[in-house]
């Protein structure tokens, strides 16, 4: 079985640039997290969908940060104007309610981000 | 709002010696939370150490145990023997029941020789 699969695995911009990840979740997977990881930091939640709804996006920067999961598998998460501080390891994970396991996350690679 | 405290930034143990790794979490509303330890070997993702569900329930993996205090509201990651290839970085984490899981923020564990 296929893990959690994100790309692309590094970026690096100039603040004010753009940029998108993409996650593709374990198949049959229901619930997507996106997770913003500063160096030496834990994991932070940023937004969480079951299917294709957003079940919980309020510690997303709303103004310059989006996701999306339209069909209810992969997902996008973009940053609009990024800057320095958005410096971090980006990672998704998946989850399924089957068998009331819904709380156990299965983590991508991550996508490690550097704004200069 | 939810949080989870890891004290311990940074723990150094020489190997075979006993290691433990605490963690405290408030919660808004739940009655027994879905504990989890997640952990970080070098160059590899994040992965699922052990989940400890109930209080009293010792979860156990690789040489690792779970423990849990509804009261103090803190849990617990214990193993008797370290070796090298424990050196990573592990983390606690809890579900708040509506499928949000938080973590705490990580705790490098060193072995030496």
């Known amino acids: 079985e296929a893990g959690v699969t994100q790309s692309p695995r590094y970026a690096v911009l100039q603040e004010g640039q753009a940029v998108s990840f993409w996650c593709d979740p374990i198949?049959?997977?229901?619930?997507l997290y996106w997770y913003q990881q500063p160096r030496d930091q834990g994991p932070q939640l940023l937004v969480y969908?079951?299917?294709?709804?957003?079940?919980?996006n309020s510690q997303l920067p709303s103004d310059r940060f989006s996701a999306v999961r339209p069909k209810g598998t992969n997902s996008t998460l973009k940053i609009q104007s990024a800057k320095q501080g958005d410096t971090a390891t980006y990672l998704c994970?998946?989850?399924?309610?089957?068998?009331?396991?819904?709380?156990?996350?299965?983590f991508g690679s991550g996508t490690r981000l550097t704004v200069l | 709002g939810d949080s989870v405290t890891q004290t311990e930034g940074q723990v150094t143990v020489s190997e075979s010696k006993s290691l433990i790794i605490n963690c405290t979490y408030s919660a808004t509303s739940i009655g027994y939370p879905n504990l989890f330890w997640y952990v970080r070997y070098p160059g590899e993702g994040l992965q699922l150490l052990l989940k400890?569900?109930?209080?009293?329930q010792k979860g156990s993996s690789r040489g690792f145990e779970a423990t849990y205090n509804k009261e103090a509201t803190s849990f617990h990651l214990q193993k008797a023997s370290v070796q090298e290839s424990d050196s990573a970085v592990y983390y606690c984490a809890f579900g708040t029941g509506g499928y949000k899981v938080v973590f705490g923020s990580g705790t490098r564990l060193l072995v030496s020789p």
């Open positions: 969908f079951r299917d294709e709804a957003v079940i919980d």
């Open positions: 198949s049959g997977h229901d619930t």
């Open positions: 994970a998946s989850s399924s309610r089957t068998g009331g396991d819904a709380e156990t996350l299965y």
């Open positions: 400890v569900i109930t209080a009293g």
